[in-house]
Each structure stands twice: as C-alpha cells, then as structure tokens.
C-alpha cells in the first residue's frame, strides 16, 4: 500500500510538472476604481469592486428582462459563446496548440454546428406554424437532423485531414477538450432555453437563487467565516454554506410569491405568428394560483396559523432552491478544481474582481440542468397549444385521419352523441 501510495504521487508530480505555467490574468479593474479604493487593504478592496460589479451586472440583467424573453434568448447566447472562448482558450493556452494546422478554426466551427442542431430543433419545435409559411424553411426543418450531421461529419473529416506527425497526440487532447467544452457550455444553454419557454419564472427563480446563494455565501464567509469547507475552495466555509442556503431558501420563496401574480412570469413564452412577435399571455396554471393550505401542527404552536395562502410554485421553489444551495455550489468546486488542475486563478479577467463569465456561470449551467429534468418529471403535462400547431402543419387527409380517430375515441368514452357520427 505504500509503495501503491509512493507511485501515485509520483505520477501525480509527473503530470503536474507536464502542465506548463499559464500567464496569469491580467488586472482588469477600471483606474477609477483602484484610484478610488487605493487606500483600503487588499481584502476589502476585492469586497468593494465584487460589490459594485455584481451590482452594477444585476441592474443589466433586470433591464433585459424588461426588454422581454427575446433577448433573454440573446443574453444565454453570448454568455454561451464568451464561456466556450474562455475555456478553449485556456487549452490553447496549456498545450501551446496555437500552431496546431486548422485547430481554432475547426472549435469554432463545431460550435456553430452543435448550436445549428440545437437551435433547429427549438425552431421545429416551437415555431413551427412560422416554418410551414417559409417554403425555403420547410426544407431546412424537414432534413435539419440530416444536415446537422452532414455539417459535423465535414468538420470530423477536417480534423482528420488536419493531424500532422509528431503532433497527433496534442491534436486528440484539443479535439476531446473541444468536445467536453460543448457539452458544458452549448447543451446547457440549450436546457436555459428550454425552461425559459416554459415560462420565465422557471428561468429567473433558478437563475436567481443561484446568484442569491452565491453572494450571502460570500457576505457570511466574509465576515464570520471560520470553518473550510473544502480543500479545493480554500475561501469556502461552513459558515458561508450553511448562511447561503438558508438565505437562498428565504429568498426563493418571496421571489416566488412576488413572480406568481403575474402573467409575464408566468404563461409559457410563444411565438405569435401573426405579430412576429413573443408573447406571454395565458390563463395561468393552478401552480400560479392562491391555495390554502393547512399548517402542520408543530408549526401552528410556533406561527399561530391553522391554514396558509399561497401559491402551489412557491412549494415548487422550495426545491429549486434547495438545490440551488446545496449541489449548486459543487459546481463551483468543479471548476475551482479545474483551475487548480491546469494552474490558473480565474479563467479569464472579463470581469474585475470576478474572474470570467466562467467564473460567475459554473453553477448555473448544473442548475440549468436540474430544472430541466424537474419539469419534465413533475411538471410538464400535455400542450394542447402546441399540439394544435403541430397538426396544422400536417397534410389535409393526414388531418381528416386524426379528426376521425379522435371523434371515434369520444364517441366510445361518452363524450360525444353517437348522433354526431359522419
């Protein structure tokens, strides 16, 4: 066993050493920033420039809300492509992959056709009484699972017309590490996508608590912060942990309340084809309406309550930020443990005294994830909106077939008079 111990921090050393030096970011902090914070110390210096940016990166977010679900869609693109750039170019970086023949052309060109199969799908998927108005997008959609692969298997063909002697390992190292950055990035903005259609709530409460947990885990630790929590996060502490999670689970619960009574949160995001234009309005499901419910009776003593108002998501949102508080944050020590793994602090210097985008977005991409999976297994039910759509592309015999299968189906369960048959 020691000997088994011996070689494994022999080859741990061997590997470490393998990894070259990656120049460290530089300072990106704005000068009127340093010069008004010049006389703090070193740790509040960094607690006022968190402070101001997070600040000043929340203020933007809510003005994107308020210009609608659209550039939402827009906002989850760019962080998706700034998030690729940042963690491809830390490859880059490490492996000296810069002279590789064709190689950051061809990462880039993967992710424009992962983003094209993606993105297809949602337009077959949602906008699809758009598409049968469009004949030269009736081709598109028709064979868009063919083209994609098409487009992927010329880039596939590329790499392996590319691969030069004595380079070959460095080039499986970047094909894989471009690969596994697709995964992270482009498929979990694909699942954000997917929630915010659903309806925004289901994408501002996850988002939100994410951010809610991040920063009071970061006030607690900052101030009373005396337990690690985990090696790999050495900054991390039990105080901050604990702290964020009931903080995140307070928060989540009022925001919920708050975004419930309004349909703009609420109704699911849909295409009108007739305005060109998104729109958000619905009879609200029962998760966005007033219940009353009983109180436990440990809980009556204390509150003094018998019964309780409110909304049935509000339960829902006790989940999201359960897991928002708890698993969330592994996807930070995910990425710290990255970064430790190929010596860096930060994966980029986009935002002072943040790091990157990569930085503020590790954990949302696990959340993303999460949700997705929780709606589909607890909430999502049938739609008959989108169903209608999808059989008012179909053919008119295809049309007339279904019409007849379902008046048949009613008239056997009652529904219908068996006068009413054709």
Known sequence: EVDLEERLRELDLRCDSDIPDVPPPTDSTPEILKRALSGLSARWKNWWIRGILSLAMISGFFLIIYLGSFMLMLLVLSIQVKCYHEIITIGYRVYHSYDLPWFRSLSWYFLLCVNYFFYGETVADYFATFVQRREQLQFLIRYHRFISFALYLTGFCMFVLSLVKKHYR?????????????????TQSHLVIQNLFEGMIW????????????????IFGFFFGRTPLIKLSPKKTWEGFIGGFFSTVVFGFIFSYFLAQHQYFVCPVEYNSETNRFVTECEPSELFQMKKYSVPPLLQAVLGWETVNMYPFQMHSFALSTFASLIGPFGGFFASGFKRAFKIKDFADTIPGHGGIMDRFDCQYL???????????????????????????????????????LKSHLVEKGILQPSLRG
């Open 170 to 186: 460095l080039q499986f190292y970047m094909f894989a590490w471009t690969h596994v950055t697709l995964l992270i990035t482009v």
């Open 203 to 218: 994408f501002l409460v996850p988002i939100s608590s994410v951010i809610c947990n991040d920063i009071t885990a970061y």
């Open 367 to 405: 959340m993303a994830t999460f949700v997705h999976v929780y709606i589909t297994s607890f909430i999502r039910g049938p739609n008959p909106s989108k169903l209608l759509k999808q059989l008012l592309i179909l053919q008119p015999e295809q049309q007339l077939s279904v019409y007849k299968t």
